[in-house]
């Protein structure tokens, strides 16, 4: 296939023409398909619903004799704790299991160090003037949005195929006592699907810090979510702290937003016994406890991490197809043509694209006037600034294959035709 941008006039023309009225008729079926953010789909929400009924639904007591129905059990119920220490990969006096939304423990700690500090007798972020965190990008805009929230100023750095580009990480961590920390997706990331490898783990752990209040956020968001064949290894970010001298230097996420329910799982706080402590000193003056029924049923229904990892088997048998379908459309309608490079991920939620530079805006609105919708053009960089204006993030999870087939196929379309206006001049 011949790379556009070397094809003379006269086929350029040609293509163009061809392209145009592919774009039309599609314009002409006023489709409205959604591939904006990675929603798992009704059939995967179909997998827990054993969760809601049976004996799992009328169990209210814990291992213990606790009464899941009353107040109490700030950091979690033991047999939950047990399960979802594995789950996260840390002992569980390491984990405090909280409400439904790991973002909603990200902001909460993010807010904490802004209000009283990383730790006991340390300077509250918000009283050290110009606070500054490291954003690997493209990276996740929720977790964007929370620095943007709170008034924290984010400098990108660069993703590579094994994680953020350290060289810059270190430098700019060793050499301003004003970065207070890092945002990270270390498996399956969001949105290219890298996996971190065991050397940026073991950097992010020993590098040296100007500031001695800094935080890794570790947002280990997709740990169980492969898309078949063996899963991605990922070194353990808490292990190699402690190794380093440097125990409470991370701070881990995590949830079952896309293994159960989206809006009714359990999200987890990780870390060193002393980072729990400060959160749990914090935590009991905003709740009283979290939803110990939920983490109950959770238990019951998984069992043990086997059961979780079954479980994932099936999401896997869902998403699959899908993101193929994805690849299997790009390939077919760009393979070839030198106007986008694509992530083949093995896990996650998500595939990037990037565009030729200056392109990514105009396929967006191209695909959005055709019908489909993606995520904004900018979204997965700080302050949603796209500094070349070409990556795009597509979410394959939520519509079924064929319409999956049918917005790939317009996403082609639109960035070879995005492509020929920016050669043209347009």
């Known amino acids: 296939m011949p790379k556009i941008d070397s094809m003379p006039s006269t086929e350029r023309n040609t293509a163009q023409n061809e392209l145009g009225q592919r774009y039309r008729e599609y314009q002409s079926r006023n489709i409205s398909l959604d591939m904006t953010r990675g929603k798992p789909c009704p059939a995967q929400l179909d997998l827990s619903l054993g969760m809601l009924d049976g004996a799992c639904s009328r169990l209210y007591r814990a291992q213990d004799g606790t009464d899941c129905r009353n107040y109490g059990g700030l950091?979690?119920?033991?047999?939950?704790?047990?399960?979802?220490?594995?789950?996260?990969?840390v002992a569980p006096e390491e984990l405090i299991i909280g409400g439904n939304s790991s973002l909603t423990l990200m902001h909460d700690a993010m807010a904490w160090a802004v209000l009283f500090g990383v730790a006991a007798g340390s300077s509250p972020w918000g009283r050290q003037g110009h606070v500054k965190f490291l954003c690997p990008s493209p990276g996740y805009d929720r977790h964007f949005a929370i620095c943007e929230h709170l008034g924290i100023e984010m400098i990108p750095v660069a993703m590579k195929a094994d994680g953020p580009d350290m060289q810059v990480v270190e430098q700019l961590a060793a050499g301003d006592a004003a970065v207070k920390g890092i945002w990270c997706v270390p498996k399956y990331s969001n949105p290219?699907?890298?996996?971190?490898?065991?050397?940026?783990?073991?950097?992010?752990?020993?590098?040296?810090?100007?500031?001695?209040?800094?935080?890794?956020f570790w947002d280990n968001a997709y740990t169980v979510h492969h898309l078949g064949g063996a899963p991605a290894r990922l070194a353990s970010i808490l292990t190699a702290c402690r190794k380093s001298g440097h125990p409470d230097r991370v701070l881990l996420f995590g949830s079952t937003s896309k293994v159960s329910f989206s809006g009714s799982g359990l999200a987890?706080?990780?870390g060193s016994p002393a980072n729990m402590a400060w959160a749990k000193n914090h935590l009991g003056f905003q709740t009283i406890g979290p939803d110990k029924l939920s983490q109950l049923r959770h238990?019951?229904?998984f069992k043990d991490m086997a059961g979780v990892l079954q479980h994932m088997q099936k999401h896997a048998a869902i998403l699959k197809p899908k993101f193929d379908?994805?690849?299997?459309?790009?390939?077919?309608?760009?393979?070839?043509?030198g106007v986008a490079e694509w992530t083949r991920p093995t896990g996650?939620?998500?595939?990037?694209?990037?565009?030729p530079p200056g392109c990514a805006r105009r396929v967006v609105q191209m695909a959005t006037e055709a019908g489909v919708r993606l995520t904004p053009a900018g979204a997965p960089y700080p302050y949603q600034k796209d500094p070349l204006d070409r990556n795009i993030r597509i979410a394959p999870s939520f519509p079924s294959v064929a319409d999956i087939r049918m917005a790939t196929e317009v996403l082609g379309i639109?960035?070879?035709?995005?492509r020929l206006e920016k050669l043209e001049g347009k």
């Open 268 to 270: 987890f706080m990780a």
């Open 348 to 355: 996650g939620y998500f595939i990037s694209i990037d565009t």
């Open 192 to 216: 290219t699907g890298a996996v971190y490898s065991d050397d940026v783990v073991e950097r992010l752990a020993a590098m040296p810090v100007k500031a001695p209040d800094f935080r890794i």
């Open 75 to 89: 950091d979690g119920i033991p047999e939950a704790k047990a399960l979802f220490a594995d789950y996260m990969e």
């Open 414 to 418: 639109c960035i070879q035709l995005a």
């Open 325 to 337: 379908a994805v690849l299997e459309v790009l390939e077919r309608e760009l393979g070839g043509k």
């Open 299 to 301: 238990v019951a229904f």
